[in-house]
């Protein structure tokens, strides 16, 4: 069925089929998004959420006796953490902790692209929370999953010839110069197409679809605040497509956000300490 077909072809016919999987979302995550968003959100059923993952019990644990919160009492309980941290942050983690494990290929080609997108991915998502709170608080709930899920079409295209790969065997080389290629050539497309089918709310798939487009519309302040995390991150290396002669300030983004030079020097910082200092 698929003779005769390009390669990029072959690939979006991969994801179609219902054999080809990549869970977008993780339960956890969302309900703890759910519990967040009502006015009388009930710490204890946060707290249980959390203890019913041994890894994500863990890492909240890890973050709140990190260095960061150096000096301070050791903390012994999900609660305490929840109270250090905060619960947008723990939100945001739960996401990260459990999204992370998706970045990953058996082809050695794929491997450092893996680890190159997740690092794009969750860079994009830290940069558009921080602007959204800056900027305007009324997008921060969306705007970190929009950050997360931008590019996931080149994820998607990644599994897929991840995929492809092992089942055409040796006799099909991937050059990078290939990967490279198919990822930036049918990404946003493939993205929209792949949370739309999966019922992933309107505002990720157009976020997906549109976010290279030329213009930038200054009404909406969600796509500004993506595409402006995206650039950002692109700028400092956090990117397979890094760019460090961007100017953030000169960008239709930064226009459309009344974001000045202070500001973008502050993100930049910000992700400086998260993303490139040494663990």
């Known amino acids: ?55 994500l019990a863990a890492e909240v644990l890890r973050v709140a006796n990190s260095a960061f919160f150096g000096g301070l009492p050791e903390v012994n309980t999900i609660r305490t953490a929840l109270l250090r941290i905060g619960l947008q942050q723990v939100i945001m983690m739960v996401f990260m902790v459990k999204e992370r494990s998706k970045y990953q290929a058996r082809d050695p080609v794929l491997i450092p692209v893996a680890q190159g997108l997740w690092r794009h991915a969750s860079a994009s998502a830290m940069a558009a929370d921080w602007l959204a709170c800056r900027l305007n608080q009324r997008v921060r709930e969306e705007a970190f999953l929009a950050g997360l899920l931008h590019d996931i079409g080149e994820l998607v295209l990644l599994r897929a010839l991840d995929d492809f790969k092992s089942s055409e065997g040796p006799s099909f080389v991937l050059l990078p110069e290939l990967v490279e290629e198919v990822l930036t050539s049918a990404h946003a497309e493939l993205g ?18 549109d976010h290279h487009r030329e213009t930038c519309d200054p009404g909406d302040t969600l796509m500004a605040i993506v595409r402006l ?51």
Do not use: W
Request: aromatic share 4%.
């Open 192 to 209: 929209f197409n792949f949370l739309k089918q999966r019922r992933i709310p309107e505002v990720y798939c157009r976020i997906a679809r």
């Open 1 to 55: 069925m698929t003779e005769g077909l390009s390669l990029l072809d072959r690939i979006k016919h991969l994801v179609e089929r219902e054999s080809f999987t990549l869970p977008v979302l993780n339960e956890a995550g969302l309900k703890l998004q759910a519990l967040a968003s009502k006015p009388d959100c009930d710490m204890r059923k946060v707290e249980l959420l959390i203890m019913r993952d041994q890894a």
């Open 229 to 279: 995390a995206d650039l950002a991150v692109r700028k400092l290396g956090l990117s397979l497509r890094a760019d460090p002669s961007l100017v953030l300030a000169t960008t239709c983004e930064a226009a459309c956000l009344d974001a000045d030079e202070i500001m973008l020097a502050e993100l930049e910082v910000m992700l400086e300490d998260s993303m490139l200092s040494p663990v």
